[in-house]
């Protein structure tokens, strides 16, 4: 039997939302992913309580519970986990069971937007670049950075950055951070004009197909401006 027959057939028997190699069934209840979590404790949620529940086939009552939408898939739980079970995984196959329709909203209009115009802000290629240039202005009027532009579509550069949306709504000075590193570092580097979007709706939603579309039409941008190494800070 191989790997993925036996991963078919530990589905089968135990339930739906295991991850495979390191199953559930081998959590010995330490609660050293409670602790490291972040949000251990908001209404209730415990990852260690989570996996006890997929271990003993609660499947369908933590489908239609808060507690997959309150973890924010960190994986700091993973990290300090004896046994590495691979509690973020599970907490998006649990996702992925909830019809989409029921998925939270926020999240499932975002993925909607990025789905639809590349981007969760729906924010237009225009206004993005108006964004892009009117930040690397500011940034230019800071001592040492006088010859500062922000290299966009800039086709053959070393390094592809992607943008999470906020630094592009509310914490755009975050967007000088980044561009501090990549010029001190003289880095040579661009960001697409369009599907810039680093935060992956699918990856967050449990909808493996929109992750595929989004992470498809990054490597097209990679393609259109011959760029081989990317840097997706999400
Ligand atoms: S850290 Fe791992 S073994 Fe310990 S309670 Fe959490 S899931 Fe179980
Ligand atoms: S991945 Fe989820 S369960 Fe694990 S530490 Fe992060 S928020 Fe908590």
Known sequence: M???DRMEMTQLEFGRCRSWPHSQDYCITCGLCSSACPVSGVDGFDPRKMIRMISFGLDDDLVVSRWPWICTMCGKCEHVCPMEIHIAD??????SLRPRADVPGVLHKGLEAALDTGNNLRLPREDFIFILEDVAEELAEEEGYGDFKV???KKGARLL???HN??????TDDLKHWWK???AAQEDWT???ENWEGTSWGYFTGDNEAMKVMAGRIIEQMERLEID??????
Do not use: C
């Open 161 to 163: 950055t992607t943008i």
């Open 90 to 95: 599970a907490v998006r196959n649990v996702r």
């Open 191 to 193: 960001v697409a004009s």
């Open 229 to 234: 190494t990317l840097l997706w800070p999400e």
């Open 181 to 183: 590193i990549f010029h």
């Open 151 to 153: 290299p966009i579509d």
């Open 166 to 171: 906020k630094l592009v709504n509310t914490h």
């Open 2 to 4: 191989d790997s993925e």
